[in-house]
């Protein structure tokens, strides 16, 4: 056992060519069928690479699930990336990360092609009206699971709100969360109270909505998604803040709609939530920006990875970064809830999609309901009332 978590002593014992041919195998599978969002995704890697293959032992592995909220990207593939990396180095952090965003990747493509040539069809819409509404209600569970979280004190509740007002008057999400974790330094370091925090976040607002779309260009498509993608802490939910304030503010290369439609082709897939991108990329750009957009998303979390491995326990003692990044986390929330209520306009839109945001969201709280269920059930209740009508 003890052998076993050591990868050095691994890799010699059983030769290289096979440690990554078994790592490949074994992150396929998870990224083929790693449904429910990224609380799930980890459950799965605790029990294959802690209790069936001992590659790690149980204080490892969370030491790695405690390092990926410390660094932007999404943090189930973060996990993935970590394993690899410490069973076979950057191979295997390169190896584990394809391996787990592939399957994925391919199955929203797919859907992304289906979508822009067929999504017009009776069938189609049916199945996204439903699953729209239940991608609200996960929405709404992340959100207040979140809030639990990052929500420590009366001070982060206020820097919350001036955030959500913030987003709320079009100030960049990017802006919004660093101004926010600098205030929350600033503020317990000076031991002052909340007030006049709120104007340290108002500057920066976007122009107006009805400004000019801007011409769609492969680079800068690819450029908007390695900056979300190199910005985005805590849930993999708050990168569609970021995505609504690039996508549909201010290039308008989406509409509200159709983000909807994205978020809710990434809730049905398996895999991280951020392949998103891959259905945005393909829409917009077809299979070239599905390839770029995925690429551009997924390349920050393998470099910060790699080279923040040495320096998490450092960073995680640091008082001034862990106030730092509480600062982020309760503007995260407060982006998440911004644009969960323009989402939710969007997609909630009768009686009938109301009625299942509202029981999709009971039996997430009550009965806590895999998510991957409850969005098959929300295609199948939009399919039959798009039949009905």
């Known amino acids: 056992m003890g052998g076993s978590r050591n990868p050095l002593a691994s890799t010699s014992a059983t030769g290289p060519t096979h440690e990554v041919k078994e790592l490949a195998l074994v992150f396929l599978r998870l990224g083929a069928t790693a449904f429910g969002g990224p609380a799930v995704h980890i459950a799965m890697m605790e029990d294959e690479f802690v209790r069936r293959r001992a590659w790690l032992t149980q204080q490892e592995f969370l030491d790695l699930v405690g390092a990926a909220p410390l660094i932007p990207g999404p943090s189930s593939t ?64 992340a959100l207040i699971a979140f809030a639990k979280t990052a929500i420590k004190s009366k001070w982060l509740l206020a820097l919350g709100i001036a955030a959500a007002a913030a987003s709320a008057m079009g100030t960049s999400p990017l802006l919004v969360l660093v101004v926010t974790g600098l205030v929350h330094v600033a503020g317990r370091e000076a031991s002052r109270s909340t007030s006049g925090a709120s104007s340290f976040l ?51 290369w989406l509409t ?3 983000l909807v439609d994205a978020v809710a082709v990434g809730q049905f897939t398996p895999g991280p939530v951020f392949t998103t991108a891959t259905f945005i990329g393909y829409v917009v750009a077809g299979l070239p920006g599905a390839l770029l957009a995925t690429i551009g998303i997924f390349l920050p979390s393998f470099g910060l990875v790699a080279l923040s491995g040495p320096l998490i326990p450092r960073l995680r003692r640091s008082r001034l970064v862990g106030t730092f990044l509480d600062g982020v986390n309760v503007a995260s929330l407060a982006l998440m809830a911004v644009v969960g209520a323009l989402l939710g306009r969007a997609a909630i839109v009768d009686a009938p999609t109301a009625g299942l945001a509202i029981a999709s969201a009971a039996a997430l709280y009550r009965w806590r309901v895999n998510s991957a269920w409850l969005v098959l059930g929300g295609a199948v209740v939009g399919t039959f009332v798009q039949w009905l009508r």
């Open 256 to 258: 509200e709609v159709q």
């Open 202 to 252: 108002w500057p920066g607002a976007l122009g107006a909505s009805g400004a000019p779309a801007i011409p769609v260009t492969l680079s800068k498509l690819f450029l908007i998604f390695l900056k979300v993608g190199a910005v985005v802490f805590g849930s993999g939910y708050v990168l569609l803040a970021f995505l609504r304030a690039d996508l549909v503010e201010r290039t308008h």
């Open 78 to 141: 973060e996990v993935a990336l970590y394993v690899g990396h410490r069973r076979a180095g950057w191979r295997g952090l390169l190896i584990a990360g394809s391996c787990f965003i592939g399957p994925a990747t391919l199955i929203v493509m797919a859907i992304a092609w289906a979508y822009v040539r067929f999504g017009q069809l009776p069938a189609v819409g049916g199945i996204l009206y439903g699953i729209k509404a239940v991608v609200i209600a996960i929405v709404g569970q």
